[in-house]
T-cell receptor
């Protein structure tokens, strides 16, 4: 299974953009890159996913490096409700492999 | 849709007892996943089903754990006998193969084995 590396924690101010990085240098060519987040005392929640091209949805944007060894989740305007643990996870054969994730703190 | 439903939400039991966790996936979803989350090991995939058939159970820790999916709307995860090290939050998730494979997680069952 592909391994991912993310910062343990990051901090942001409300209304500012946040860039959450992830390294996945061992990802295979057919694995999708998924991002989930987990709010306190809740199950993980799907955020976005992509394969090679950058992706946008109502929650966030995903920028994928050309060599696919890294990606960045972009929250355009952080809110207090975005405070959570963010997981970058490769998807292989329908399986997700979760690492430790990044704890995002949003300051008012 | 009500989302993925899990029961019970909390379970406290004594070592040696049998524990059964239940999951109702989102209607129409054909994949079902069971995960376990602990502080030490994070979020681990235990087993997943496709069209009610177990596909990969390589994450099931040992023979004390078993999972079934008798129909498309119900799955169970059983631990017999339970041990204190099984204490964790157990999540069920479902997904639809014809979409982009995002998984929808339930609220989890917090299991405490004393």
């Amino acid at each position: 299974d592909a391994k991912t590396t993310q910062p343990n924690s990051m901090e942001s101010n409300e209304e500012e953009p946040v860039h959450l990085p992830c390294n996945h240098s061992t990802i295979s060519g057919t694995d999708y890159i998924h991002w989930y987040r987990q709010l306190p005392s809740q199950g993980p929640e799907y955020v976005i996913h992509g394969l090679t091209s950058n992706v946008n949805n109502r929650m966030a944007s995903l920028a994928i490096a050309e060599d696919r060894k890294s990606s960045t989740l972009i929250l355009h305007r952080a809110t207090l409700r975005d405070a959570a643990v963010y997981y970058c996870t490769p998807q292989s054969n329908y399986k997700l492999t979760f690492g430790k994730g990044t704890l995002l703190t949003v300051n008012p | 849709d009500a989302g993925v439903i899990q029961s019970p939400r909390h379970e406290v039991t004594e070592m040696g007892q049998e524990v059964t966790l239940r999951c109702k996936p989102i209607s129409g979803h054909d994949y079902l996943f069971w995960y376990r989350q602990t502080m030490m090991r994070g979020l681990e995939l235990l087993i997943y089903f496709n069209n009610n058939v177990p596909i990969d159970d390589s994450g099931m820790p040992e023979d004390r754990f078993s999972a079934k999916m008798p129909n498309a709307s119900f799955s169970t995860l059983k631990i017999q006998p339970s041990e204190p090290r099984d204490s964790a939050v157990y999540f069920c998730a479902s997904s639809f193969s014809s979409s982009s494979y995002e998984q929808y997680f339930g609220p989890g069952t917090r299991l405490t084995v004393t």
